[in-house]
């Protein structure tokens, strides 16, 4: 062990550095190939979230969010599936599926596990995601499902509007009471 270090040392003694040497300096930019290659174009990156559901990307790892037609508060009709024609307002979105949860709608029992002795088993009944394009805005007002248009205001603001009966939906009062349900709901949770 101890000729090794000796030998070790001898060598690093015997290794000397010249000022004009290349070590310890940067090398120009003549000598070093690029290490990465610029992206050509942009493409989408499927990301695994669950072994049943793929989840697509853009090049920097965020989700694809997808536009959707309706928003929060807007009173739907379920154009498609075991519900049809059932009527609910939206309660949440999840625009990277592009999903909806409609109030009361696309209901599904769950079984939950005691966590406790003092905790009991129970079986619940949970709202399930709706696909976006089986809903439809609904018009309380004269009873009629229809597509969503956009138009611009004389205010300058753009807003929805339904095609068959020209019904505006996006005014301030409806976002006003929107807003004002949104935290009466998170004051009664918070309680």
Not at 73 to 86: C, E, L, P, Y
Not at 114 to 134: C, F, L, M, Y
Request: charged content about 25%; hydrophobic content about 35%; aromatic content about 6%.
């Amino acid at each position: 062990m101890a000729s090794m270090a000796t030998t070790l040392q001898s060598s690093f003694t015997s290794l000397s550095l010249s000022s004009n040497s290349s070590l310890g300096y940067r090398f120009s930019p003549t000598f070093c190939p690029p290490l990465v290659k610029p992206m050509q174009k942009a493409f989408v990156i499927e990301m695994k979230l669950k072994h049943w559901e793929r989840k697509k990307c853009k090049p920097n790892s965020l989700p694809l969010l997808h536009k959707m037609h309706v928003k929060i508060g807007d009173t739907v009709k379920v154009i498609a599936g075991r519900d049809k024609g059932k009527i609910g307002e939206i309660t949440e979105i999840f625009k990277h599926n592009s999903t909806v949860i409609v109030n009361e709608i696309n209901l599904k029992t769950k079984h939950v596990k005691s966590r406790g002795e003092d905790e009991p088993g129970q079986i619940i009944t949970v709202e399930a995601p709706v696909h976006s394009s089986n809903v439809m805005l609904y018009s309380k007002e004269q009873n009629v499902a229809s597509r969503v248009g956009h138009k611009i205001l004389e205010n300058g603001k753009r807003a929805r509007y339904l095609i068959k009966t020209g019904e505006i939906i996006d005014t301030a009062e409806n976002w006003k009471n929107v807003i004002k349900e949104r935290e009466k709901t998170k004051v009664a949770a918070a309680s």
